[in-house]
């Protein structure tokens, strides 16, 4: 199992500190066996929404991180009166992520809020190739700080922390590799009996590897003052299809990923994220990028399921919608009305969820995708 990330938060005046604790932590972890890809730094968000305008907040953002040695930086959530300057920031940068918080923890949707993205997103893949730097804008819905992940990842001020966010879609396809034995019957009986297993099997390896992971990292608090809140054990995948969570999803269900019974399975994954012990931070559920895992690219393509199927399953733990290849003629209404539903499910069940939605220019529902870039497996574009 790779490290996608280690994010450290931390308040501008606390950068350097926390670049040398996480800079510290990426080396026990290798020494540990690890593959450690990104170094992440989420901000302040005040930093972002008193600043004299968002554009150079962005670019001097980019530049503390880099000169930290950081590969990402998160300007957190921009406040809903400043998200029309956002286009304009991103463009101008090339590392920098952000959002806009459309759901309160206490559910409550924002509806301006949800507006001024909606327009974001409709401007930015209009304005900037393929509408790529929709990867780098995302909808967040009653998500807390903390979390390891971008684009959800904020620092909200106070004490500095580290999160890690492991690539742990591979150890749920290790999982349900060894269920395989069981036969790929596909009778409700036959994928009970595959799903307990496969919980148990889950569950033990995240919590060998969660104290594989603190283990690595104690003594960080004291020797720097930042907090290691732990990992997220979200189910992040990757475009290899050993760490394809669409896969392990298929291995445990006997059908192809979108057939009944797959948000059973789905359920199952966040049972075993839950039954590990470890301590729970972020979304510690089951992430569903269409465009970031090479079967769930398939299955689109094949058009086994649909947004509002993804937005089903995140109800039993997801992270929403996330880097979903729509139209590139989607009207801002309909991306408005998408981002209402991941609000008001986000604002109902109380669990966060989020929204990477990625229009695409020149391209109709039902065209392939043509991304050169090699964390995207490429796809149909989504009917709306």
């Not at 968002?54 to 950081?70: K, M, P, Q, Y």
């Not at 509806?111 to 804008?137: D, E, K, Q, Y």
């Not at 966010?165 to 591979?170: D, I, T, W």
């Not at 049972?271 to 970031?292: C, H, K, T, Y």
Request: glycine share 8%; charged share 20%.
């Amino acid at each position: 199992m790779r490290i996608r990330t280690l994010t450290t938060g931390a308040c501008e005046s606390e950068v350097a500190r926390a670049a040398r604790a996480v800079q510290e932590a990426r080396r026990r972890l290798e020494d540990a066996g690890y593959i450690v890809q990104t170094l992440r730094l989420a901000l302040d968000t005040s930093r972002t929404n008193y600043a004299a305008d968002v554009v150079t907040a962005a670019r001097d953002a980019e530049a503390l991180a880099r000169n930290a040695g950081f590969d990402y930086v998160s300007i957190g959530r921009v406040a809903t009166d400043r998200l029309a300057s956002l286009v304009e920031a991103l463009a101008a940068t090339e590392i920098v992520f952000a959002s806009a918080r459309l759901a309160g923890r206490d559910g409550t949707v924002d509806a301006l809020a949800t507006a001024a993205a909606a327009r974001v997103i409709a401007t930015l893949a209009s304005t900037t190739p393929n509408g790529f730097s929709n990867l780098r804008f995302a909808g967040l819905a009653s998500v807390a700080p903390g979390s390891p992940f971008f684009p959800a990842s904020y620092h909200s001020g106070g004490e500095p922390w580290l999160a890690v966010g492991p690539e742990a879609a591979s150890l749920a396809v290790e999982a349900a590799h060894e269920v395989e034995e069981d036969g790929a019957d596909s009778s409700v009986q036959a994928v009970a009996v595959r799903t307990h297993r496969f919980i148990e099997n889950l569950k033990t390896r995240i919590a060998d590897h969660d104290a594989r992971i603190r283990t690595a990292l104690n003594g960080i608090d004291g020797a720097y003052g930042v907090y290691v809140a732990g990992c997220d054990w979200s189910l992040a995948p990757h475009p290899d299809i050993t760490c394809s969570i669409g896969a392990a999803v298929e291995r445990v269900l006997g059908a192809p990923f979108g057939a009944p019974g797959t948000l059973a399975v789905i359920r199952a994954c966040t049972d075993a994220i839950r039954a590990a012990g470890v301590i729970l931070i972020g979304f510690s559920g089951v992430m569903l990028p269409v465009l970031e895992d090479a079967t769930l690219a398939q299955r689109n393509a094949e058009g086994r399921y649909g947004w509002r199927d993804l937005l089903a399953f995140s109800a039993v733990c997801g992270t929403g919608l996330d880097t979903v290849p729509l139209p590139g003629d989607a009207s801002i209404e309909q991306i408005e009305g998408m981002l209402a539903e991941v609000a008001a499910l986000a604002g109902a069940l109380r669990k966060p969820l989020t929204a990477r939605l990625m229009p695409i220019p020149g391209l109709r529902a039902g065209d392939m995708t043509a991304f050169d870039f090699p964390y995207f497996v490429n796809t149909r574009v989504m009917a709306i």
